[in-house]
């Protein structure tokens, strides 16, 4: 909560200072990015150095966003072996710390897909941390506008029916000695807090996904530090290392002391 006020006290302090009707991310100067960037990243880092490195890890983006409120992510890293976790930031947010990984050993982390939200025309940064401690960082511009704030389409009552029921999807055939590839679904709204009821024209409550764990047996798979840019209705692509027979665990709580957790069995490995 500390680091959601603070970011939202930076974003609010920014917009006071620009014109009304013209978008700040959209008019921004490189210099003003990069003074940004680095206000952002010692408030999550301290006084740890980041590295630039577009090798260590691929952001894929569309340069456009069709939906702010869905925007695809990909993120791709090179040497996977020597990740120990990924930060995904999206700069010009009201809370820009959007998600952090930390891989375990049961994880294959190659690649991560998410959906989030972009309330800006903005950087957004990849960082990646290594197993002997070093950051590298990855940037890409995204044009986008109103993510957190657009509306579910629905009442907060329908948005929030299921909420907390998963589904596991498996990628092709389990195969042993290699990676297998999941797709979990989770059903919760994610609310911003600044989405407004259209209803009663108030603000509805931020409630989402702060924490999420997948392991496999008794091994972690990765643990989810989340916050609101995650998109509502969180789809995370991952994968894992199979061994034998097993299932994946998923458990989950909300920022609202909201508990979940499901089993899903891993398909046995075909030969």
């Known amino acids: 909560m500390k680091r959601l006020m603070l970011a939202l006290s930076l974003t609010l302090s920014a917009a006071a200072l ?5 978008l700040a991310g959209a008019t921004d100067t490189d210099e003003e990015r990069a003074a940004r960037w680095t206000e952002i990243k010692t408030s999550i880092f301290g006084d740890r150095k980041v590295e630039a490195s577009e090798s260590a890890v691929k952001i894929d983006a569309p340069a456009r966003a069709l939906d702010a409120a ?20 999206i700069d010009d947010n009201p809370s820009p710390y ?39 960082e990855s ?11 657009a509306p579910m389409g629905m009442s907060d009552e329908e ?33 911003s807090g600044m989405q407004m009821n259209q209803l009663t024209r108030d603000y509805t409550p931020a409630r989402y996904i702060q924490k999420l764990d ?7 798979v990765f643990s989810l530090d989340g916050d609101i840019s995650i998109a509502s209705n969180p789809v995370i692509n991952f994968a894992f290392k199979p ?22 069995p891993v398909p046995s490995a075909s030969n």
């Open 18 to 22: 620009a014109p009304a009707p013209v």
């Open 70 to 89: 869905l925007v695809p992510i990909g993120l791709t890293l090179a040497d996977k072996d020597s990740v120990k976790g990924l930060y995904f930031i």
């Open 98 to 136: 959007a998600a952090h990984f930390t891989f375990g050993p049961a994880a294959d982390p190659g690649e991560i897909k998410m959906r989030v939200r972009v309330n800006n025309y903005t950087n957004v940064h990849a960082v990646v941390e290594t197993k002997d401690g070093r950051l590298l």
């Open 139 to 149: 940037a890409k511009f995204v044009k986008a506008s109103g993510g957190c704030s």
């Open 159 to 191: 948005a929030m029916k299921g909420m907390g029921e998963m589904r596991m999807k498996f990628v092709g055939d389990v195969q042993p000695g290699k990676p297998a590839e999941a797709t979990l679904m989770v059903r919760h709204p994610n609310f």
């Open 214 to 220: 997948v392991t496999y047996g008794d091994k972690l």
């Open 243 to 264: 061994e034998g027979q097993g299932a994946l665990k998923v458990t989950a709580a909300d920022n609202q002391e909201g508990r979940w957790a499901q089993s899903f």
